[in-house]
């Protein structure tokens, strides 16, 4: 039962990364949007770089997962 939880739990951060790299780049093109217009983007900048220290983090959480499944598998018969 544990491979099979960890193999859920990578599937659930599959989609989280897909999602937030789909969400970042719409983030990229409203800060586009932003400059092309002559508005501040300081906030929005920001905010970027918040969800792409936070896209690190899930990448580095799946990788924990990986690692976890490898090391569950390495162990079966």
Sequence with gaps: MILEDEMRDL???DNAIAAARSRIGRQLELLQV???DGHDTELAEKLLAEMRRT????????????TAIGSIKSKKP
């Design 34 to 36: 932003l400059e092309r």
């Design 11 to 13: 599937r659930l951060a």
């Design 55 to 66: 896209l690190q983090t899930m990448i580095e959480h799946r990788a924990i997962i990986a």
